[in-house]
T-cell receptor, first 113, second 115 residues
Framework: GEDVEQSLFLSVREGDSSVINCTYT??????LYWYKQEPGAGLQLLTY?????DMKQDQRLTVLLNKKDKHLSLRIADTQTGDSAIYFC?????????????FGKGTKLSVKP | KAGVTQTPRYLIKTRGQQVTLSCSPI?????VSWYQQTPGQGLQFLFE???????NKGNFPGRFSGRQFSNSRSEMNVSTLELGDSALYLC??????????????FGPGTRLTVL
């Protein structure tokens, strides 16, 4: 079935840029998403990108999509301690036993002051 | 608009018992999806309901079931609880289901601990 892979941990210093990478397998995915989960909370949609786009910028967030390599990345500029959380990449598929969203296992971002 | 609410937030049960979790979607949303989140397996899809009908189901045993009411509120039930059912159960609602932008809004989850 479909699979989404991402590295498990990332540590950066406050003020630096963070780059979280993700690879996916379903080439027919229409939308790809980045979600953020803070401790004890549900998932919050950060941003998404349509599959016919290469890049999307939204304030401090930049999403890059390489469809050929099925690679997605999320760049957070000027990372703050409040950005410490787990970030999930998700691809949208239609139907099937995995549901409409296939999630990676999440990347835990730690921001050091 | 109020967000997705889930009750209860925390639950402790023992093996063999059953449990019912509740989810109230955002007003006007007709699609409700349930996910199980564990440290080992990550987020796994349980099922999706749309207009009171189960549209999609994940690879979970029959002990996991759900339903949706006419007001779009949804419940999931787990019977004969096992230790491995300990997890955070997340509910997500969206206004559409299908081949269009599908922003899912997640609730805070119900933390189930099975002893």
């Amino acid at each position: 079935g479909e699979d989404v892979e991402q590295s498990l941990f990332l540590s950066v210093r406050e003020g630096d840029s963070s780059v979280i990478n993700c690879t996916y397998t379903d080439s027919s995915s229409t939308y790809l998403y980045w979600y953020k989960q803070e401790p004890g909370a549900g998932l919050q949609l950060l941003t998404y990108i349509f599959s016919n786009m290469d890049m999307k910028q939204d304030q401090r967030l930049t999403v890059l999509l390489n469809k050929k390599d099925k690679h997605l990345s999320l760049r957070i500029a000027d990372t703050q301690t409040g950005d410490s959380a787990i970030y999930f990449c998700a691809e949208e598929v239609y139907g099937g036993s995995q549901g409409n969203l296939i999630f990676g296992k999440g990347t835990k971002l730690s921001v050091k002051p | 608009k109020a967000g997705v609410t889930q009750t209860p937030r925390y639950l402790i049960k023992t093996r063999g018992q059953q449990v019912t979790l509740s989810c109230s979607p955002i007003s006007g949303h007709r699609s409700v999806s349930w996910y199980q989140q564990t440290p080992g397996q990550g987020l796994q899809f349980l099922f999706e309901y749309f207009s009171e009908t189960q549209r999609n189901k994940g690879n979970f045993p029959g002990r996991f079931s759900g339903r949706q009411f006419s007001n779009s509120r949804s419940e999931m039930n787990v019977s004969t609880l096992e230790l491995g059912d300990s997890a955070l159960y997340l509910c997500a609602s969206s206004s559409t289901s299908g081949s269009s932008y599908n922003e899912q809004f997640f609730g805070p989850g119900t933390r189930l601990t099975v002893l």
